[in-house]
């Protein structure tokens, strides 16, 4: 069974019967004075797969790592492309100017930001466990690096959420402007239908008995008695949409209304 922990590394056997096949999650690992941390390098969004660096100190204080670099320059270059990749998001950030590209930066930033906060957790473990300076330093990097991401990712979501709000206020105003002229075409089709449904029954060419009255008088007769129909369903019609609701109307559940402070 491979194990992911260096031949050529002389650390405690109780580190190496604590590994698997894979290095398994960040976590910082001490025994005899010895510190193992298992950290992964900083992700990339849709590759689901982590990538561990080891870092052993031994009880002497001296540092080694696996992969590229040496010793505690390696660590430190570590915490270095967390830092790259947290401004490379901020960049990102402060160029977005539309909801797909905020939607990318939070599907960057989301690996990111649980790494960076297991990351942080296993610097704090291995500062408790060993005194070392220098351990204080890159755990309040790590901080840094946590709370920059989360920064990034709660604005990304902030500009999201205001450009969903902004888009539903928009479509509201844009259904109340529609609402009103139908409003609009409403009364004007009920103060002319009365004056419509006149003219076309006394246009017919059909004998009524009132060709023989026919005169000015009739004429202005029939006018003004459409518009006195149009008028009160004119009326009529926006008293019924500024009436109050009936007692009977259907109330909403006491559990949707808001308490009212005295």
């Known amino acids: 069974m491979r194990n992911p922990i260096p031949n050529q590394w002389n650390v405690p056997a109780r580190f190496r019967a604590r590994m698997g096949d894979a290095a398994g999650r960040q976590r910082a690992m001490v025994h005899e004075g010895h ?26 204080g001296q540092w080694k790592a696996s ?19 947290v401004d490379e ?35 704090q473990a291995a500062r ?26 709660a ?23 529609l609402a009103r002229a139908s409003h609009s075409l409403n009364v004007v089709a009920a103060v002319f239908l009365p004056m419509t449904a006149l003219a076309s029954i006394f246009g017919m060419e059909l004998r009524s008995g009132l060709e023989a009255l026919a005169g000015p008088w009739l004429f202005w007769g029939v006018v003004m008695a459409g518009v006195a129909l149009g ?15 009936r007692a009977d109307a259907p109330r909403p559940p006491d559990s949707a209304r808001v308490p009212v402070r005295a």
């Open 231 to 245: 008028l009160v369903m004119h009326r009529r019609l926006t008293r019924a949409e500024g009436a109050p609701p």
């Open 35 to 60: 510190l193992l941390l298992v950290l992964h390098e900083v992700p990339q969004a849709g590759r689901p797969e982590r990538v561990a660096r080891l870092f052993w100190r031994d009880a002497a």
């Open 128 to 153: 408790d466990a060993v005194e070392d300076r220098e351990l204080i330093t890159l755990r309040d990097r790590a901080n840094d690096v946590e709370r920059a991401i989360d920064l990034v990712t």
């Open 67 to 85: 992969g590229q670099g040496a010793g505690l320059a390696a660590l430190r270059e570590h915490l270095t492309d967390f830092e790259r990749a």
């Open 155 to 177: 604005e990304a979501r902030d500009a999201i959420d205001f450009v969903t709000a902004q888009k539903a206020e928009a479509q509201a105003a844009v259904s109340l402007e």
């Open 89 to 123: 998001l901020e960049e990102h950030l402060r160029l977005a100017t539309r909801a797909r590209d905020w939607f990318d930066v939070l599907r960057e930033a989301t690996p990111l930001q649980r790494t960076a906060h297991h990351l942080a957790q296993t610097l």
